[in-house]
T-cell receptor, first 111, second 114 residues
Framework: EDQVTQSPEALRLQEGESSSLNCSYTVSGLRGLFWYRQDPGKGPEFLFTLYSAGEEKEKERLKATLTKKESFLHITAPKPEDSATYLCAVQAAGANSKLTFGKGITLSVRP | NAGVTQTPKFRVLKTGQSMTLLCAQDMNHEYMYWYRQDPGMGLRLIHYSVGEGTTAKGEVPDGYNVSRLKKQNFLLGLESAAPSQTSVYFC?????????????FGPGTRLTVL
């Protein structure tokens, strides 16, 4: 059974204080690992897809990395508008593009 | 492009009542999904469809039915609502092929069953 564990559950940062969010996974043949951002009362918004170990992708203050067992979402010099819940999901090979999601990490950035 | 839209945004039901949630997408996507999101549980797949006229069970299908009569629409039905079905429901869609296979999500429907 595919599993995704995200840690910590919640993270409070001061504006400008860089940190990382962790996503550990077990999957039978990884086809893709996805990061989404979810604001309160809204649907998840796509951020990144990573396909193979060693891959990295960046978008503004966010950088996602992937190993064979986990993914990190690095946030550099965060701003209050980066406050949101960040979701990690995996897609197994042959899964009809079904995703298995973690429970999410709630990030709060104080000005 | 409106993307993925969901109707209604909010609904309150009494135990035993029935209702249908509508999901529509204008991106010509083949794949569509229904999830529920509960505090501390994450997003869980209820049912999904890999094309018009097809449906399949996800992780938590009991108590729900779905239909995909038109490619752009995916309906989620509750025949006899129970308090355990109080949740936020999200619809998503995805292109069948291509280098980027992310799912696009709708804004959600908040359902309360009393």
């Amino acid at each position: 059974e595919d599993q995704v564990t995200q840690s910590p559950e919640a993270l409070r940062l001061q504006e400008g204080e860089s940190s990382s969010l962790n996503c550990s996974y077990t999957v039978s043949g990884l086809r893709g690992l996805f990061w989404y951002r979810q604001d309160p009362g809204k649907g998840p918004e796509f951020l990144f897809t990573l396909y193979s170990a060693g891959e990295e992708k960046e978008k503004e203050r966010l950088k996602a990395t992937l190993t064979k067992k986990e993914s990190f979402l690095h946030i550099t010099a965060p701003k209050p508008e980066d406050s949101a819940t960040y979701l990690c999901a995996v897609q197994a090979a042959g899964a009809n593009s079904k995703l298995t999601f973690g429970k999410g990490i709630t990030l709060s950035v104080r000005p | 492009n409106a993307g993925v839209t969901q109707t209604p945004k909010f609904r309150v039901l009494k135990t035993g009542q029935s209702m249908t949630l509508l999901c529509a997408q204008d991106m010509n996507h083949e794949y569509m999904y229904w999830y529920r999101q509960d505090p501390g549980m994450g997003l869980r797949l209820i049912h999904y469809s890999v094309g018009e006229g097809t449906t399949a069970k996800g992780e938590v299908p009991d108590g729900y039915n779905v239909s995909r009569l038109k490619k752009q629409n995916f309906l989620l039905g509750l025949e006899s609502a129970a308090p355990s079905q109080t949740s936020v429901y999200f619809c998503a869609s995805r292109d069948s092929d291509g280098p980027y296979n992310e799912q696009f999500f709708g804004p959600g429907t908040r359902l309360t069953v009393l």
